[in-house]
């Protein structure tokens, strides 16, 4: 009997583990599929799907701050590629919907941070005659808040380096700041590692762009 | 032992290969496929998106009861129990529409809403302080509206044929009593308050909510900025003084202060006016602004405003320019507010306030007559809105106000002789808006007033409707009945005055589409109980007076046509008759002019770093009396036009220097006569133009803002 009960306990026990060691590979491999089309898709139904996915993981893993992350991200992407200034407007406040969710499961994290003064900065984009001066230091205020989070995050920098550019265009004052922030970004981005496999990767491309345009 | 395994490793097995097929349908009430809604089997990673048509198909592993919901935005969730068992399911979800914010219909008729951060307004917050000709000053920049008349010696708000005093101004939904500087006579006073203040502005030219009384005409309701994002320092050098203020903000709140110093006199010395100055306006404003957040989402605001203001100068009589009386004006003034929100559950939410003006205003007449004006009013609010259902949105309140007005003359010849009177006005009020659909939206509510004053009770209705006729565009319409305690000048002579009471009508048609907007308004308001002189004698009122005012107006605003321009043409045109105070009949007041017309541009001119603009008014001739003819009011003015310029100019993120000129064409404009009280040699009534005091005015200014980010600048508050 107690062989028995000692033998069905191991059983169970490494059914349990098998289980374990499976959810976190379903999530990963749900996440990995869908951030992979959040990157690389610029068509507003596939990107839609994708945050769908986000949405429907994000519902059953309740600690997990990724899928709202990336359900904002793609929410963005979705205001990227809309012309309609109402309609990015109504996709940039589903993104921060989307964005607060995170927040509220992991409130202090660099990353999420960062993306909050992203989708500032988006909003600023569609009407920077009279949002420019609220959503500029709404914007600036996020990513220094993501900077001191976590100052190797290289996206917080990329972003602020981005903001700093357009401001010192539109008045016309010398880019050195932002392009300083921006080589700062490079090397974090170079030296960037995360344990997390789901850890955001986007924006190396941005801050290279914007190293071209200051040299 | 090994059979328990095998049963176990089984049914493992079977679980993981029972597989149920889920298909459906996603379409809204009226049978549309929704495309891309979210298709959730809740708890499980399990879902999938509606295709282009509404369908959707996806298989599952999960067993047992299970709950399918279907998410769209805009909609409300659908959830469906189902059972799982291997057998394909079929689902057809019909989403319900959800009445929200963003896409329902909102009543616009009457109503002008200036905000920076709805993004649905037609007029923002920084409009009022760009609009060239407006000179920073509330009341001149909606004055390019429609609804508005043009009184351009005075500088204050008329609407739709009412007179100043029938626009009430609002902070925070609490009571401002003297709203207007005080200026010398015939020339225009400015708002005590600054636009930069305000983050929305909500102009009513009637028909507005139960929540606002005391107010004939047009309620101006100002919404206070919220807590300071960043510390600053801001200083401004103007060419008529000088500003200095401080914001320290910090992560739950903000402080912020400002004085004012402005000296007309080095400007009146260079620049010739009409006025005989003795000691030009010289006044010493500060300004104070405590905001903090209170739990997560509630927050008090308490805002103090402090100015005293001096100047005196020379009225020469008509009859002879070398008789002249000394005049002489000191006035003080305190606004306090205190305004307090939160929420009570997810529903309901709570605010309220508390505001406090004070006044003094001493005169000084050819050295003699000594009078002293005061005015005090308190004002406490509590307002309590939420929604019943999705459909049902209440809000209810309830405010008392106190009003106190003296005048005190203190003359040789009767010392001590003062006019008064006190009033307790205890109001509530309800509002429901009723969403049929996101298309149809019908608001009611009323208004119970109780004034000690005439011991009096009154309800007055309100209701308006807005229907969606398309994605664009929305007609609505207003009714309402307001009333408002006879003016100062009369409620002080005759205490038991009954309110003077307006009836508004209005329908509205208005298409908003990518930046261009098109309305079209027409109203009729009837006036009764109007405040009427007894046999033409001034010091025996009554109220039989009574009056209407009828009209259309236009507004079409564009900022997509032509890259960084932005331009609003505004038309009112106006016809309205009163019979009240001394008319022998109904006839046109001498303030309200038949046509206004505005053209404002703003044109951001990206390689000079400027952004420049241009207004052009033009009203037409206003009646006036002329006491040498018999008929009553039967003169009428030239029209009145002016082309103002103003250009801000940014070399550097933190600095901008700023340049403003009215009547670039140096239009003579006449406003009115003033006549004689005696008959001269001829027999006849001498009389003299009531002009601008000055051709031009020129403003220049220099704003430097130091902060830790070196991007703030003062633009949005010029």
Redesign the interface.
Known sequence: MKT?SL??LI?LMM?AFAEKGLAAD?YVE?MQKNIQTVYTSDSI?VL??AV??F???G??EKTKWEPYYYASFGYVMMSDNEK???KK??YL??AMTALNKAKEIVPNESEVVAMEGFIYMMQLAV?P???G??Y???A??SFGKAVTLNPENPRALGLLAQMQFG?AQ????PTTEACATNAKAKEKFDAFKSENPLAPQWGKGMVEKMIEKCN | MKTLFTILFLSLTAFTFAQTKITGTVTDNKGEPIPFANVILVDTYDGTSSDAEGRFTFTTTETGSQVLAVKFVGFNDFLQPLVLDGKPVTVDAKLQEQVNELSAVTITAGSFMASDESRRTIFRAVDIASTAGATADIAGALNTLPGTQKVGETGRLFVRGGDSNEARTFIDGMVVLDAYSPSAPNTPSRGRFLPFMFKGTSFSTGGYSSEYGQALSSALVLDSRDKAEATRTDIGILSVGGDIAHTQAWNRGSVAGKIQYTNIRPYFGLINQEIDWDVPPVSLEGVGAFRHDIGKQGMVKVYGNFTHTDYSLYNHTIDDYNVKYHYDLSNDYRYINGFYKDVLSDTWSIRGGVSYTYQRNETNVADINDIVETDKGIHVKTVFEGSLSDKIEVKTGLEVINHDYAQAFDEVSDPDFTLAFNEVITASFVEADLYASNRFVTRVGARAEYNTLMDQASIDPRLSLAYKTGEHGQVSFAYGKFRQTANNQYAKINNDLDPEKAEHFILNYQRVEDNRTFRIETYYKRYSDLVKYTDGDPLELNNDGTGYAKGIELFWRDNRSVRNLDYWVSYSFLDTERDYLDFPSAHTPAFASAHNFSLVTKYFVEKLKSQAGFTYSYTSGRPYNNPNEDKFNNGKTPYYSDLSFNVAYLPKPYLIFYFSCTNLLGRDNVFGYEYSRQLNDAGQYNSRAIRQPAPRFVFLGIFITLSKNKSINQLPTL
Not at chain 1, 170 to 173: E, K, L, N, R, V
Request: glycine content about 8%.
């Open positions: 028995l033998y069905s059983t059914i379903k749900a139904p839609q799907q769908n996915a949405e429907r993981i519902a059953a309609d200034a109402a407007d109504g406040d589903q009407d005659a009279s949002r001066q609220r500029s230091g709404l600036l205020q401001m539109f008045f016309g004052s």
